[in-house]
């Protein structure tokens, strides 16, 4: 099957800004996320294709060379080493590394560990200060009876006799020369007379760790930080694999975010509305800040607090907080309050409602037409 293009995965013109992939990204992102979606392998896959195309266009380098050759510019890296290297993957899945395949390779019996993943659920508070998070985690670590090598103390792995360290053998038909993994040492290069009793000769054991995960302030739901070295040991003293930590923010109860900018909606009375005045918002960096209502102000408004939002990763800029006014109409009124609404309505007029009054002519205007 051929491979999607990257700007259709995004959803984006190949004339995208740099803001404009990100935004895409993100929006596509939140969508699918694993975490929303547990046990749905389309979502999984959706994002692991999202999280791809992001990486590739969103450096200027990748995405000149995407441009250029498509995915072909990942896919190989020189024509002759590219080819060779893709060839040689085939036929060893077909036919054992027919002709040849990897013979100058020099095993050293040690498997690189597998990479681990982490889900870190932070609130909305935590990731405007940054913090720093404990988590434990069990995996794999280095054997220490045996320091990763597998042997029993006082001995140490013994060259293959089956492949003489090589970790593949070679066997002659008629014109062609078949070369396998070998069976004895697994490609390994080396076998275990005595292995280690604490591992069993696989040098590595199971432990829950500890670690420390330094959170940086303006982290996005979505984000992901790896760590080298943290993930599963190797296979007899081979290096570890990494360890990715996948961030996603709760709900907040008052504050909506988009990308650096939060929202929040700020009930108002009827009077606040129509003659203006002020109240006080508490922001996330706990201080308090006094919002104007300006006079006559409608439902749906919104007012800018510039630096109230939250900080840019890796900036000293921070995003701006978007109060919306949502003027809330009376209810349960006593017999003096609805004496006293009447009134006003009765010396109401035009000016005092214009957009009603404007909407109502216009109707009026095109049925008139109409007819």
Do not use: W
Not at 158 to 166: D, E, F, I, L, N
Not at 207 to 225: F, Y
């Amino acid at each position: 099957m051929a491979k999607r293009d990257f700007y259709e995965t995004l959803g984006v013109s190949k004339t995208a800004s740099d803001a404009e992939l990100k935004s895409a990204f993100r929006k596509a992102a939140m969508q699918c996320h694993p975490d929303r979606h547990p046990g749905d392998k389309h979502a999984e896959t959706r994002f692991k294709e999202l999280n791809e195309a992001y990486q590739h266009l969103s450096d200027a380098q990748k995405r000149a060379a995407y441009d250029r050759y498509g995915h072909a510019a990942f896919e190989h890296s020189g024509m002759n080493d590219g080819f060779a290297a893709s060839m040689s993957d085939i036929f060893d899945d077909l036919f054992g590394d027919m002709m040849g395949g990897r013979r100058g390779r020099q095993p050293s019996g040690r498997e690189r560990g597998a990479d681990l993943r982490y889900n870190l659920e932070i609130t909305l508070e935590e990731a405007y200060r940054g913090k720093t998070a404990t988590i434990k985690l069990p995996a794999s670590v280095a054997c220490e009876a045996c320091s990763g090598s597998g042997a029993r103390p006082g001995s140490k792995p013994a060259t293959c006799k089956t492949c003489s360290g090589h970790g593949r053998v070679r066997q002659q038909q008629g014109f062609f020369a078949i070369e396998r993994t070998c069976p004895t040492c697994h490609g390994r290069g080396q076998t275990i007379d005595n292995p280690c009793d604490k591992c069993g000769g696989a040098g590595r054991v199971a432990r829950e760790r500890t670690l420390s995960v330094n959170v940086p302030a303006g982290v996005e739901d979505g984000t992901r930080i790896r760590l080298s070295g943290e993930g599963e040991a190797g296979m007899r003293g081979g290096p570890a694999g990494d360890l990715y930590i996948f961030l996603s923010l709760k709900p907040h109860q008052v504050f909506q975010r988009d990308g650096a900018d939060l929202y929040c909606r700020v009930p108002i009375s009827m009077v606040q509305a129509a003659l203006g005045g002020e109240f006080t918002v508490r922001t996330l960096d706990g201080a308090e800040s006094k919002v104007s209502i300006p006079e006559g102000a409608q439902s749906g408004r919104q007012l800018r607090l510039r630096g109230k939002g939250m900080p840019i990763l890796r900036s000293r800029d921070s995003g701006d907080l978007f109060v919306q006014l949502n003027v809330e109409t009376p209810q349960n009124l006593t017999r003096r309050q609805r004496e006293l609404l009447m009134e006003f309505a009765s010396e109401s007029s035009h000016k005092t409602h214009p957009e009603s009054a404007g909407f109502f002519s216009k109707m009026k205007e095109f049925f008139e037409g109409l007819g």
